[in-house]
């Protein structure tokens, strides 16, 4: 059984003052559910390194050259000769050994595989490689060649630790030089092409929804401006510093695990980068898949290049924020033109703390251009914000315990929450727009970046405190319940969890049992915090009053009739008509126009959560694109919500309370 509710809403002409009585008749379900914010919960990940790909040579160094022999006068470990040398596209030698060109001396190219995340396993191990060379693994990575053929050299790895393995490319020869080398376990030769990625790997990232890509793209310094410049898919290497990995491996793994998608921009590229990185992904990457949009990373944080040349150069040298809404703008812009008609898939970010993120928005908003806007973002964390705690460390020096450090972290979430409030208050709720966290989890560092503090083991016993597992709970119910958080992006997948620089992984490596004190808290806050969605179907009347014709009851459909109405959707909503006889049908159900159909959050109605674009008929009927189905919005998460309509030429209009509730 289903209820009924009609409500009665007024809709003005732009042009007109005259008030017109629109109807809404939704199918909702008997048992009302009070508002239920849902928040997904995604991960960044830490540099590309080894424990992704079955082929290990995908994430290992980049070639460096070195004398083939050692030499008292001249042993450097990396001679720098690597971007002068003859190489093919994919950055192999054309011929090794070659002579430095200033001493004569004959060089060679070395590569190292896994490092210092430790994420590979020991067994047998199987390099295969197109052309003719030799090659020599150094005696110390605890490597040894069992069996050596043409194209194919069988090694076994006896210990993983933070040396990785070391192999010298000692001869290529000219005109069948050594290319397309791979390194995979001998249990995965027959499948790594086919299922590519390591199975640790894929169990743990298969558990969050959206993945962020800013580490491995190398945002942070990004040092590319032309398309031609970056690094592509048939690159040696995927784990290359300053560049980044290729968007074509980014997109692929999106792709393969079916997740959304985030992607930052180089903050230097130019017009021509950015529409051909909107081709790509427009192309390469499925239709289902939605896109988060961000222009670099962190462009207001003095630490990154990026920041700094913002500041620096026009047009509105001076200030960050406003040159960030300016650089965004052409960003979204140009791949709102490239998505033309796909828009839907594409969610614009800005990301920031409050006042920038004002100036950006202001600035946008004054081109008339806010719409574009999808979403805002505040990075998530909670860090040791009052000074004097630092004071503290340095007073309990290597004294210092775990509890100290919980005790002065769980003490400064109040103060972080509130930024975070403001930011909600700000910028969220009075610009409408959904509230996101780029990034998030603990804060706990030294007091600078890389400080080897006397109490910095304290500060990595933290990391695994069962009371960190409780102040994960804490801020992820926080998040959801009081900001209203759509979009959590945990900081980060994997890193080393005793670092100077931060212990931000969730995991030590793609190799670790996941007994993690923060693995397990958000896995198990997920668990209990499922987003649970049903399919919304509304069954909508309205009446637009510029087309209104009192003497017959139904609307006039003039655009229709004059071949007017445009095939796709005038809001960028991805729907299109398809089927011609739609537009030949008369009498009342003849299509009037487009209308832009929103559901809005039940608490904050100036953020949209979801839309659609529908036809409206001469009888007032809003049909999708059929011309005869209602309007149904997959997958909405269950709450209440406000519905709004709009029209091009005509005021918006909006229930006054929550009318649809989705159980």
């Not at 169990?203 to 993945?211: L, M, N, Q, R, S």
């Not at 401006?225 to 968007?247: C, K, L, V, Y």
């Not at 972290?409 to 930024?419: G, H, K």
Request: hydrophobic share 40%.
């Amino acid at each position: 059984m289903r209820n009924f509710v009609v409500l009665i809403l007024y809709l003005s002409h732009y042009q007109m003052r005259t008030l017109l009585f629109i109807c809404v008749l939704f199918f909702v379900f008997p048992l009302p559910f009070s508002a239920q914010n849902c928040m997904e919960i995604g991960t960044n990940f830490h540099f590309f390194g080894a424990g992704v790909y079955k082929d290990m040579k995908l994430s290992s160094t980049p070639f460096f050259t070195r004398n083939d022999i050692y030499r008292e006068d001249d042993n450097d470990w990396d001679s720098g000769l690597a971007s002068t040398m003859a190489q093919d596209a994919a950055g192999y030698p054309l011929e090794v050994p070659f002579p430095h060109p200033d001493n004569g001396n004959a060089q060679i190219v070395a590569f190292t595989i896994g490092g210092y995340e430790q994420s590979y396993e020991t067994g047998t191990y199987v390099m295969l490689f197109d052309g003719v060379g030799t090659f020599n693994f150094v005696n110390w990575t605890a490597a040894t060649v069992t069996s050596v053929a043409a194209g194919r050299i069988e090694f076994t790895i006896d210990v993983v630790d933070g040396n990785g393995v070391h192999i010298e490319m000692m001869s290529s020869q000219l005109g069948n030089h050594v290319r397309n080398i791979r390194i995979v376990r001998d249990i995965y030769e027959s499948d790594y092409l086919t299922a590519p990625f390591l199975p640790q790997f894929a169990a743990k990232a298969d558990e969050f929804g959206t993945f962020r890509f800013m580490d491995w793209a190398a945002t942070n310094y990004h040092p590319i401006s032309a398309w031609g410049d970056r690094i592509d898919a048939n690159f040696h290497t995927q784990a290359n510093d300053p560049e980044g990995m290729s968007w074509e491996f980014m997109i692929d793994v999106a792709n393969y695990f079916d997740k959304d998608i985030w992607i930052n921009v180089p903050h230097l590229a130019d017009a021509n980068y950015i529409t051909q990185m909107a081709m790509l992904f427009r192309d390469r990457l499925e239709t289902e898949r939605s896109i988060y949009l961000e222009y670099s990373n962190e462009c207001w944080n003095w630490i990154f290049d990026q920041t700094h040349w913002l500041n620096d150069n026009p047009p509105f040298t001076g200030n960050i924020g406003q040159n960030y809404g300016y650089y965004s703008l052409q960003v979204f812009d140009t791949w709102e033109t490239v998505f033309s008609g796909q828009e839907n898939r594409l969610k614009m970010v800005l990301a920031g703390h409050d006042y920038f993120v004002i100036d950006a928005m202001d600035y946008i908003i004054a081109q008339g251009e806010g719409d574009l806007v999808d979403l805002v973002s505040y990075p998530g964390y909670v860090a040791l914000s009052d000074p004097t705690d630092y004071d503290a460390l340095d007073a309990l020096s290597a004294s210092a315990t775990a509890d100290d450090v919980m005790d002065m972290l769980e003490a400064n979430m109040a103060s972080n929450f509130y930024w975070m409030n403001q930011f909600k208050i700000l910028v969220s709720d009075v610009y409408g727009k959904e509230f996101t966290m780029y990034e998030g989890g603990q804060h706990l560092t030294p007091r600078w970046f890389g400080l080897e503090a006397d109490y910095n083991p304290a500060l990595y016993a933290a990391q695994n405190s069962t009371r960190m597992y409780s102040f994960y709970q804490d801020i992820l119910d926080y998040y959801k319940n009081t900001l209203g958080v759509t979009l959590f992006m945990n900081y980060t997948l994997t890193s080393p969890q005793e670092s100077a620089f931060g212990s931000w992984g969730l995991l030590e490596n793609y190799f670790s049992t996941p007994n993690s004190q923060k693995w397990n808290a958000i896995m198990d806050w997920r668990a209990a915090n499922t987003c649970t969605t049903a399919d919304a179907d509304l069954a909508i009347k309205i009446y637009l009053q510029g087309a209104y014709n009192s003497s017959t009851g139904l609307m006039n459909d003039h655009l229709r009739a004059n071949n007017l109405i445009a095939l796709n959707d005038p809001y960028g909503r991805d729907k299109a008509i398809t089927d011609m006889n739609i537009l030949n049908t008369t009498g009342s159900n003849a299509i009037v126009d487009w209308v832009d159909v929103e559901l809005r959050h039940v608490d904050s109605p100036n953020i949209v959560r979801h839309r659609t674009a529908a036809l409206l008929q001469r009888d007032g009927d809003v049909v999708d694109v059929d011309g005869v189905s209602g309007i149904v919005f997959p997958n909405v998460s269950v709450g209440d919500y406000h519905v709004s309509i709009r029209h091009r030429n005509h005021l918006g209009t909006m229930t006054n309370t929550a009318v649809l509730s989705i159980p």
